[in-house]
């Protein structure tokens, strides 16, 4: 959780294959965007059905409940589909729904409506839907995803979401003034054990930059 911000330092290390993962950016609600960062590892104990395999990390679906703490209410859980399974779902019908297919193919009906999408296509499902009936006939890898509908401005520029231009561009400031040494004003908290070289800025936005709902 990025709160009032974070810095943070990625790294590459050796491994024999290809090394596959979702990076999920998470708006945070009004009430909750100067919190202090905090972060939450969670490893899901697996449930396991007819030709699924289920693991819930945010949220809670397939009798699963995830102990990480959210801002919203949020649902996340990869979703391990063997040949020729034929799996009904439970939704909340107050969410917006998600289905990244990773690797496979299905076709996934909503409300009487069919849709089909294979490796890395996502399928939305607006909310209203109690029920999602999916199948595969060559298994699928699938990243399930749901929440409330986000109703607050945002702004999202490089590294930095926002609500408004103007933290947008204070914000790329501060950065760069973190970066010179030049403030004592400590705001993504760079660390300072770090001998890498910082992301560099990108130019200001020579347009001003409107929020999308």
């Known amino acids: 959780t990025a709160g009032r911000g974070i810095s943070h330092s990625e790294y590459s290390i050796p491994i024999d294959s290809a090394l596959q993962g979702v990076q999920l950016w998470i708006a945070l609600p009004d009430h909750a965007r100067f919190i202090e960062p905090a972060f939450s590892h969670y490893a899901p104990t697996p449930v396991i059905g007819d030709g699924f395999t289920a693991r819930v ?10 102990p990480v703490v959210t801002h919203t209410p949020l649902l996340g859980a990869q979703l391990d589909l063997e040949p020729g399974t034929a799996l009904e779902i439970a939704l909340d019908s107050e969410f917006e729904h998600g289905l990244l297919v990773d690797r496979g193919e299905v076709r996934v009906t909503v409300n009487g409506v069919e849709l089909t999408a294979s490796d890395g296509q996502l399928l939305v499902i607006p909310s209203g ?15 399930m995803l749901g929440g409330e509908p986000f109703t607050e401005p945002i702004i999202m520029w490089w590294n930095l979401i926002g609500r408004t231009h103007e933290e947008i561009v204070n914000w790329r400031q501060q950065w760069i003034s973190e970066l010179a040494g030049t403030t004592n004003t400590r705001l993504f908290g760079i660390p300072v054990d770090d001998t890498g070289v910082a992301e560099p800025v990108p130019d200001a936005p020579a347009l001003t930059l409107k929020p999308r709902i």
């Open 129 to 143: 839907a109690a029920t999602a009936f999916v199948r595969t006939e060559r298994g699928a890898r699938l990243v």
């Open 57 to 66: 990390f945010l949220g809670s679906a397939f009798g699963s409940t995830s």
